[in-house]
């Protein structure tokens, strides 16, 4: 299991980006928010878009790349 963050910052493309806590990519504390401890990005994205609707949620190209989708 991986603990899961995503970007309060939005991307150029307007996503925000799921992170696990490992990624070179992580954001740094005060730019990230805890999602949970999960097997898979696929739960921890639907926790995303669960909890911010209105927003574009995508996984990282580099540490959840089968749920990254732009």
Known sequence: ?????INKNQQANGDHEVHIDTCSYLPSEPNRIYLGNYYSCAPAVAEAKRRW???RING???CCR???TS
Do not use: I
């Not at 299991?1 to 963050?5: E, K, L, P």
């Open 66 to 68: 089968p749920c990254h």
């Open 60 to 62: 990282c190209f580099y």
């Open 53 to 55: 609707p209105t927003n």
């Open 1 to 5: 299991m991986s603990h899961y963050y």
